[in-house]
């Protein structure tokens, strides 16, 4: 394995981690900017002519991109009415188009209809074969999925994609030993294409050989470009956590780049809150100079915040900010750290540590919501609102921003304005980190909100986050009993923040409520092996 090759793609992939709230929050707002305002030229043209075609197809597809799958439909559908006959080309786009709308929608006898009817007007392309082959593939329609991909193959002889298709084939029909001559043909073939390595990683996955598969996975990320190894890595540590952390270190123990995964490790283990884990092993990559990086400090900061490791958090997060001082999470963990450190409430040094890093970034919005939470802590309301207010403006799309304005707003028995926010927020996703279910609450439509609860409960969030939320759902209704059965939940599932559970004061979205209820430090306790 090329090392330096992937110790590169994994400084991108982690070094990132430290920056992944100021861009996708900087990158969602102003990509909701550019859609709005090309939204807006597509109706300004159906406006002045409804029988546009061509431009009800492109606002189609804008809705497709945008997830907004009915939208897109009536578009699609109302396009497909009026483009002429004579216009294959476009009516074939269409054609594709509504097909990957009903395959979001898991619709398949729809999608397959549809490619049927693209397939008429170009029946050379491959393209459209393909997705012929992979939505019969998702319809269970073995047969049919394997003639299409052998017609790929009889036209295109080393298409890896189609020989990926026949293994999954294979594998669906319980032929193990020949989903792996499918996928080892094209390794064989292709070997710097990081592609062919994720899509045997899959293939073994499904064999239940989890080893082989990470491997792969680790070969993948070590050729070409990288591809999408990393992600399936991650992925994959979702649905089989302990078994790719073994993998890993086995892995490690065999090879001379040993930092290597225990970094991926670290990093895996962070994605599920297992903070304990994560820690030993950025311990061990700082302590063996396998990685220096001041993201390394600051991920150990994290860690050791999580863990209620105030004192240690400090140490780790100064040096991150010595060694990059122009990151303002360093600034925002070290912060948190010394409110807590000591005996406590430490507001003055976190203040100081937050005014350092509003002078770099005066818009970073967890700096701003620290500074509201410690505001509101000491009793200072409007301060607190006017930090809140600035986090909005900023990121209107923030639910954790709007939900604490909101509540903050309800304290200061400002009614009117909190439910504009618990309004904002009530029209979010059912993504659990939306806070949708306690905007819901907060407006009394409690079958609504109880929906959102059921939905995420039901959810596989890493980590038991979603259980975490929960028990935050029932803490702010009052309904503390219930809270208590889902902390447990949480805690059953491997979550990891004791930081979260047993110490944070600050947040407005906080468990506070149950600190003081019988058995609450019983079950603390009983989780250590989460924070340890």
């Not at 105030?310 to 040096?319: K, L, N, Q, T, Y």
């Not at 070290?334 to 509003?358: D, I, P, Q, V, Y």
Request: glycine share 6%; hydrophobic share 40%; aromatic share 8%.
């Amino acid at each position: 394995m090329n090392s330096r090759i992937v110790k590169f793609i994994l400084s991108l992939v982690i070094a990132g981690s430290a920056m992944t709230t100021v861009a996708q929050s900087s990158d969602a707002v102003l990509r909701d900017k550019i859609t709005n305002a090309v939204m807006k030229v597509y109706d300004d043209q159906l406006a002045k002519d409804p029988n546009d075609y061509n431009t009800l197809f492109a606002r189609a597809h804008q809705h497709y991109y945008n997830g907004d799958y009915t939208s897109a439909l009536a578009d699609v559908n109302q396009a497909l009415l009026i483009t002429p006959k004579t216009d294959k080309e476009l009516r074939f786009d269409e054609y594709i188009l509504r097909a990957r709308i009903s395959d979001a929608r898991q619709d398949y006898v729809g999608e397959l209809a549809d490619l049927r009817l693209a397939q008429e007007l170009e029946p050379k392309s491959l393209a459209c074969t393909d997705l012929i082959a992979k939505a019969n593939l998702k319809a269970g329609n073995l047969n049919a999925a394997e003639k299409a991909f052998k017609s790929i193959l009889r036209a295109e002889s080393m298409n890896y994609d189609a020989m990926y298709g026949l293994a999954q084939v294979e594998q669906a029909r319980g032929n193990a030993k020949a989903a792996i001559e499918q996928v080892d043909k094209a390794v064989e073939l292709f070997r710097v294409e990081p592609q062919v390595y994720v899509n045997r990683a899959d293939i073994y996955a499904r064999q239940n050989n989890i080893e082989a598969a990470v491997n792969d996975l680790m070969t993948g990320m070590s050729v070409g470009n990288g591809g999408n190894a990393v992600q399936r890595l991650f992925d994959l540590s979702d649905t089989n956590y302990d078994a790719v952390m073994n993998s890993l270190e086995t892995l490690s123990d065999k090879s001379n780049d040993s930092g290597l995964y225990r970094y991926l490790r670290a990093n895996i283990a962070l994605d599920h809150q297992h903070y304990g884990q994560a820690l030993r092993d950025l311990n061990f990559v700082k302590r063996n100079g396998l990685y220096n990086s001041p993201t390394v400090d600051y991920n150990i900061a994290k860690c050791n915040l999580e863990l209620a490791r105030f004192d240690e958090a400090i140490i780790s997060a100064d040096r991150a900010i010595s060694a990059n001082p122009s990151q303002p999470d360093f600034y925002v963990v070290k912060a948190l750290s010394e409110f807590n450190a000591g005996e406590g409430n430490n507001a003055e040094a976190a203040m100081e540590t937050l005014n350092r890093c509003s002078a770099i970034a005066p818009q970073h919005v967890p700096m701003l919501l620290a500074k509201a939470s410690i505001l509101a802590s000491q009793g200072k309301d409007k301060d607190a609102l006017g930090y809140l207010n600035a986090a909005v403006a900023n990121e209107p799309d923030n639910a954790e921003a709007r939900l604490s304005r909101g509540l903050l707003l309800k304290r200061l028995d400002n009614l009117k304005i909190a439910v504009k926010d618990f309004n904002i927020v009530s029209l979010m996703g059912d993504n659990v980190y939306d806070l949708k279910g306690l905007a819901l609450s907060e407006l009394g439509r409690d079958n609504d909100a109880f929906k959102w609860l059921n939905t995420i409960t039901r959810t596989n969030v890493p980590g038991g986050e979603n259980y975490y939320y929960a028990a935050l759902f029932m803490a702010l209704r009052g309904d503390n009993f219930k809270a208590m059965e889902y902390v447990q939940k949480a805690i059953d599932n491997g979550f990891g923040s004791l930081y979260k559970l047993n110490y944070d004061t600050l947040s407005l979205l906080g468990l506070k409520s149950l600190r003081s209820e019988p058995g609450f430090d019983l079950l603390i306790e009983k989780a250590q092996r989460n924070f340890n």
